[in-house]
Every structure is written in structure tokens, then in C-alpha cells.
């Protein structure tokens, strides 16, 4: 019987690695850049560890940086909607109002008086994101604070089993794509409960809400 809790072998790390490596250096990425669009922002040296195989890389990191390299984001956004085509342009002013100037990840105001980079300017979050086939209309998006809609990137809430399992095939796809002789160990690894009971705690109001005060207070000590 297969242990999926024992440790990827070092071959999977290595070859993850050189894999993760390559893709950035095609996009001549510094470390420091790739880690600035990843969620909570890891050191660079980690990044480092995982690129060398000597750092074993969480499933979760592995499927984001997957992600991150092999994003179809660009023709997505570039092929909006033909409701956007035809004048669905909005303004943030305009979804602010709409929204009562509530942030729609941490539940509290936003005060349009902040502009970017502070934290808490307002900023437009896609509810399904452009990478996952979202529009960019009215109805697919809502008020938030920057550093809140920095801190959800692209990932999408699960709020049932059939979303966990949904989202389990989305891994597989990956994994098979980019890793096929690992695809069955990596993906037996993933339990759908788990992963709703982490999605949840991921995108709880109260957890944007201390994640928005970290931002404010880093940004605030680094003078910016």
C-alpha cells in the first residue's frame, strides 16, 4: 500500500525543480519578482530551496507556482467579454458605491481616500477571476481593499464538497499535464474535506481582516 503522507522522492523534488526554475528564467524573473505575486509572500531563499529540490514544496505552492507559470491569463483577459466590448466599462467610483464602500474579502470599509500602494486603497477583485474563465463585467466583480484582493490573487473560495472535488480535478489536470509520472502520488494526497476546511479558513473576513493590518503596519514602517 502507498504511504501519501511519506515524503515526495528526491527525484520529484529535483525534476519539480528544475521545472520551476526554467519557467521562470524563460519569463527572466527574478526570485524576488515571482515571489511578490505569491500568496503571503515567501522568502526568496525558499524559493531558492525548492528550485534546487532541497526544500520539499507544500501541494498547495506547487499547484500556485504551476499556476502562476502556465497561466492562460493573458488570451483570457485579452479576449473579454462581448458584453465588455459593447460598453460594460465601469469605474471604481462606480463599484464603490454600489458596494457601500465595503470590501468584499474582510467586510469592512474602504476609504477612497488611500491610492495604491497603500493597502488600503480601493481596488477591483474579480468574484471568478479572469484566469478561470470570469468576465470583466459588472456582476463578476466587487469593491475591495488592495491588499485584501492582493492577498486572494486568483484563488477562488470552496464553499461545498462538489467545489473541493471540482477543484481536486483542476489539480489532477495540472499535475498530469506538467508531472504525469507523480500525477497519481500527488493527487491521492488531496482530500476533498480537507481542502474545504482550508479554503474556508483561507478566505474568512476575520483572516483578510489581521492580513490587512500586517500590510497597513509594513507599510507604514517602511516609510512608502
Known amino acids: 500500500m502507498t504511504d501519501h503522507n511519506a515524503p515526495l522522492p528526491n527525484q520529484l523534488t529535483e525534476r519539480v525543480g528544475a521545472k520551476l526554475r526554467h519557467a521562470r528564467e524563460l519569463r527572466r524573473w527574478k526570485r524576488a519578482d515571482v515571489v511578490a505575486k505569491l500568496v503571503g509572500t515567501p522568502a526568496t531563499n525558499t524559493l531558492a530551496t525548492w528550485e534546487y529540490g532541497t526544500r520539499l514544496i507544500s501541494l498547495p505552492r506547487l499547484l500556485e507556482l504551476c ?7 493573458g488570451p483570457l483577459i485579452q479576449q473579454r467579454s462581448t458584453e465588455n466590448q459593447q460598453g460594460n466599462r465601469y469605474t471604481v467610483e462606480e463599484i464603490g458605491e454600489r458596494d457601500d464602500w465595503i470590501c468584499g474579502l474582510c467586510e469592512t470599509p474602504v476609504d477612497p481616500i ?11 477583485d474579480h468574484i471568478q477571476p479572469l484566469s478561470d474563465h470570469g468576465t470583466d463585467t459588472r456582476d463578476n466583480v466587487r469593491m475591495t481593499h488592495w491588499g485584501c484582493n492582493h492577498e486572494r490573487n486568483a484563488s477562488m473560495e470552496l464553499t461545498t464538497l462538489d467545489d473541493a472535488r471540482r477543484s481536486k480535478q483542476k489539480v489532477a489536470n495540472v499535475f498530469e499535464r506538467q508531472f504525469p509520472e507523480f500525477a497519481e502520488q500527488l493527487v ?3 482530500d476533498p474535506e480537507s481542502m ?6 483561507r478566505h474568512s473576513p476575520q483572516r483578510y481582516r489581521d492580513r490587512l493590518a500586517r500590510r497597513i503596519e509594513r507599510f507604514e514602517r517602511e516609510g512608502r
Not at 499556476?67 to 491569463?73: K, R, S, T, V
Open 67 to 73: 499556476e502562476l507559470y502556465n497561466l492562460d491569463a
Open 114 to 124: 488611500w491610492r495604491y500602494p497603500d493597502p488600503r486603497a480601493p481596488s477591483i
Open 188 to 190: 491521492a494526497r488531496l
Open 196 to 201: 474545504l476546511r482550508a479554503s474556508r479558513e
